[in-house]
């Protein structure tokens, strides 16, 4: 086990060099940050040469990824070339609030799924599983900033126009220690973020039960008189499960990440927003560092995964 | 009596005590004693009127009125000399001042200053070269700190100071020297002329030269990443930030010490929220109040709310211009010489005509801009440097076509005029590439069916503006010239010059931060652009300036697509000032209110 763990150490630390390379090497093609200022009539050419040679960006690429790899080993992400505020300031200031968020929505979306791909599994091509099927297709194909939208118009704009209690756009100014408060305003973006998420959620699910609910083992424990209750919770979820074991663990690294469409849309201040914001500007050094400690988070959740799969199942052994 | 006097001294010394301690206390809240101060016998001393009406931002009444502005952008610091960002100038305008300002109407006119320095009123000197200011006496920053001509000079060394980096230092590194005979006058030398000296130290549409705290700044170096430059926690404009939650909002409270009286609103907020969409519903719902930066697209949309919300649209010296690329390799009498050559008929000015002929600006004006803006004759469009003689040409597919064949570019079986340029057969088929907004892409569109009709192939690219706009280091597609025709927004102001046409700043490997991104060296042209600046008369300027936009009109170097307008939406209940495109909105914020 121990063994295992250092191995995947090492091949976790190779991975990140990888990953930060692509990054890099990404952003900074994708957008130039003296494009900013590139129609600026306040700057002359000479102003322009000297924030380029500040900024670093007429080092070669490769000598601009080091400097920025250099400082990263040391535990800084560095500032942003806009803000000029320290990253790790930044990220700080935004992670709080992308964490209740996602976490809110993550959880109700695994017990919503749950319930739906279970039952649609037991009911087999019954009204409710097609039902739970047709809802789930649309959930999954419908882009999310129309969901989003479409919430706001319903319950925000045109709930106020018939008179009726409605909800915050989001785009209000509110305190954020007041726990009521904080259920209105999650209430509209965890709702989006949810009909996205569940549908696939409840589809793996569903699979999943029904594969387990065919096998021998279940007809034998059905065969010997136990209740279906029991059948189902006891033998067949748990076996059915396990997938969804490494599904979450590789989604909740991106938890951090955030929701960049929702984020926009019910202008939440979290990580997405921070990430797009900066992307387009071509910060790399905020860029970076979202990314950086983003795939930290997956590499590291990726170990656990496989050590907890070693605990719900006891046929896997790590070596 | 021995006794005595030790019991004495042991208190005095105890008293002392008590008194040391209780000190610190003291000084934390001065707000509460400087308005006592200016009652107490002291005020013979000093002139009565001239003392700070309190230290503090005043404090939010219950039941006090208050405004919420959704911007769509979060300015990344707010003082501009160390950032580009419209929204920082927006927030300037609401917490500093500078000693000039862009009215409603688009005149320049005094905002610390008594007025502004004319050669009438021996402000500004024969020579053009000595530009003196008078403040306003008594002014006060917001911490009740007297605001002198002291710190115009702290302002102008620290952007000149090596050990600050500002994004720009045009202008500042023009001036040799200020002179302060007294606390309310700022003479400032410049070494050579300087037409533009009014965007220096001053807050306009493209310039926010507020002026900063010596006070608080005094000693220091690395400004760029200082905590004050990021956000000012002391000023001298109508409101200061109380607080700023990054990514969400931003509080702002009166100055009680503002030299324009305090401000008819208690506070102001300001919420970011990114998405326009988003926006338009809160202005619907009423969680915000206005929004400043809505698209041309959006014009119908914000105007069907009404009577909930208002639409203010306000047409802009900015402009959406395409323009041919006309880079010779070899240059013109040795001068301009780029990378690349431009696509070979567009040498010719009436393959230009023809192409300005052939599109329907005004149709597009009207339909995708809801006629709420106009074509311009000229790149200085809506603003007093306007050409006023000059008339855009109407749409006529039928001349474009004439000229077209006038040129030797005939009709080919594909429907795609064809015809000898330099000895080569060239087809009149390029490339136009712009950035991927929806606007743009809407209008390519439209261009290219337009053109399609008079035989000329117009192929859209849209490219995103990080790379579009990228240098050339990065091979960014303006200054590289990887492009046959391109388009997007620019304008010349406050001040009217640009040294996009100047041989001088043809972009190259030579000079790869050139902005003459026309690739155009026009030698004549060149040089009547230089002659702009070659006066500090602004009548002589003006006369330089008609002759440069008639060249321009009359060898069709751009085709000038539409005038850009700032779409604003606000609620019924918000009541802003009078406002115009170079004040914008936030220039009077002290007379705002709410019904």
């Not at chain 1, 960006?57 to 800084?76: H, I, R």
């Not at chain 1, 925000?156 to 009726?164: A, D, N, R, T």
């Not at chain 2, 990065?474 to 590289?480: E, F, R």
Request: glycine residues 8%; aromatic residues 10%.
């Amino acid at each position: 086990m121990w063994s295992y763990l250092a191995r995947r150490a090492i091949q976790a630390i190779f991975t990140l060099l990888i990953i930060t390379v692509l990054c890099f090497i990404l952003t900074r093609l994708s957008a130039d940050p003296m494009a900013q200022y590139a129609t600026s009539q306040r700057m002359s050419a000479e102003d322009r040469e000297a924030l380029r040679e500040r900024l670093g960006l007429n080092d070669p690429l490769p000598v601009q990824y080091l400097k920025w790899l250099g400082l990263a080993l040391q535990g800084e992400l560095g500032n942003s070339f806009f803000s000029k505020q320290p990253v790790s300031l930044m990220i700080s200031q935004r992670l709080p609030n992308t964490l209740i968020l996602m976490v809110t929505a993550e959880i109700i979306t695994v017990s919503l799924a749950l319930v739906l791909g279970i039952l649609s599994a037991v009911k087999q091509y019954s009204t409710v599983d097609n039902i739970i099927t047709a809802l789930s297709f649309i959930g999954f194909s419908m882009p999310i900033f129309f969901i989003a939208l479409g919430l706001m118009l319903i319950f925000s704009v045109q709930f106020k126009e018939w008179g009726l209690p409605y909800l915050p756009t989001g785009a209000d100014i509110w305190d954020k220690k007041d726990p009521v408060e904080l259920l209105k305003h999650l209430i509209l973006p965890v709702s989006a973020l949810v009909i996205i998420l569940t549908a696939g959620y409840a589809r793996y699910i569903r699979t999943s039960m029904l594969e387990v609910l065919g096998l021998d083992y279940v007809r034998t424990a059905r065969a010997k008189g136990l209740t279906s209750r029991a059948v189902l919770f006891k033998h067949a979820l748990r076996n059915a499960a396990l997938p969804l074991v490494t599904i979450i663990g590789l989604d909740i690294p991106f938890l951090i990440g955030g929701a960049l469409v929702t984020e926009q849309v019910y202008a939440w201040p979290g990580m997405g927003r921070l990430f797009w914001e900066y992307a387009q500007r071509g910060d790399f050094p905020v860029v970076l560092g979202i990314l950086l400690i983003i795939s930290t988070a997956v590499v590291i959740f990726t170990i656990i995964t496989d050590v907890v799969y070693t605990f719900v199942d006891p046929r896997i052994r790590l070596g | 009596m021995k006794r005595n006097l030790s019991v004495l001294l042991s208190l005095l010394v105890l008293a002392s005590i008590v008194l040391a301690a209780c000190a610190p206390a003291a000084t934390e809240a001065p707000a509460t004693e400087a308005p006592s101060a200016t009652e107490a016998p002291v005020a013979t001393e000093a002139p009565a009127a001239c003392q700070p009406a309190g230290t503090e931002p005043i404090a939010f009444p219950d039941g006090g009125k208050t405004v919420t502005g959704a911007w769509d952008q979060e300015p990344d610091s707010i003082v501009p000399y160390f950032t580009q960002m419209s929204y920082a100038i927006w927030i300037t305008q609401l917490t500093l001042a500078g000693l000039g300002e862009w009215d409603d109407q688009g005149n320049f006119v005094p905002e610390l200053a008594v007025e502004v320095p004319t050669a009438d009123n021996g402000g500004v000197s024969a020579d053009g070269l000595t530009i003196t200011w008078k403040l306003k006496d008594c002014l006060f920053w917001s911490d009740g700190e007297p605001l002198t001509s002291a710190d115009v000079v702290f302002t102008w060394e620290a952007i000149m100071d090596p050990g600050n980096a500002p994004t720009s230092r045009t202008g500042y590194d023009k001036i040799a020297s200020i002179e302060t005979p007294d606390d309310t006058t700022v003479v400032i030398t410049f070494s050579e002329l300087y037409p533009p000296w009014q965007v220096l130290f001053t807050q306009g549409p493209n310039n926010a030269g507020a002026i900063l705290p010596k006070h608080m700044l005094e000693g220091q170096t690395g400004l760029e990443s200082n905590d004050f430059i990021h956000q000012p926690t002391v000023g001298s404009g109508p409101w200061v930030i109380t607080e700023w939650i990054p990514g969400d909002y931003m509080t702002l409270l009166p100055n009680p010490n503002f030299h324009g009286g305090r401000p008819v609103l208690d506070q102001v907020q300001v919420r970011f929220v990114p998405d326009p969409a988003t926006a338009q519903a809160a202005l619907q719902t009423g969680d915000v109040d206005w929004f400043p930066n809505f698209s041309e697209a959006e014009i119908s949309t914000i105007g069907a709310l009404e009577p909930d919300v208002h639409l203010i649209v306000v047409p802009g010296a900015d402009f959406e211009h395409y323009f041919f690329n006309l880079g010779t390799t070899t240059g013109v009498d040795g001068r301009g010489a780029s990378d690349v050559d431009g696509f070979c008929p567009f040498k010719d000015v009436r393959v230009r005509k023809a192409l300005t002929l052939g599109i329907n600006r005004e149709a597009i004006v009207e339909t995708l801009l809801e006629g709420k803006t106009t074509v311009p004759s000229s790149q200085w469009p809506n603003s007093s440097w306007t050409n006023s003689s000059l008339t855009p040409d109407a749409y006529d597919p039928d001349a474009a076509g004439a000229l077209l064949d006038e040129a030797g570019y005939a009709l080919g079986s594909d429907g795609i005029r064809a015809g000898d340029c330099n000895g080569e057969n060239v087809k009149l088929s390029f490339n136009f590439e712009t950035t991927t907004s929806q606007i743009r892409i809407d209008i390519a569109t439209i261009v290219q069916s337009d053109l399609a009709k008079i035989g000329v192939e117009f192929k859209p690219i849209h490219t995103p503006a990080g790379t579009f706009f990228g240098s050339y280091a990065d091979g960014g597609v303006m200054p590289t010239g990887k492009y046959d025709m391109a388009g997007y927004t620019t304008g010349f102001y406050p001040d009217p010059y640009t040294d996009n046409y100047k041989c001088e700043s043809v972009p190259s490997a030579a000079n790869p931060s050139g902005t003459n991104w026309y690739l155009n060296c026009d030698p004549a042209l060149s040089d009547l652009m230089e002659e702009v600046n070659a006066s500090a008369d602004p009548a002589v300027r003006k006369e330089k300036l008609d002759e440069a936009q008639k060249y321009i009109f009359d060898n069709y170097y751009v085709i000038m697509m539409y005038a850009r307008a700032n779409v604003y939406g606000h609620t019924d209940r918000f009541v802003p000032g009078p406002f115009g495109f170079f004040s914008n909105l936030n220039w009077n914020s002290e007379v705002w209110d709410v019904k």
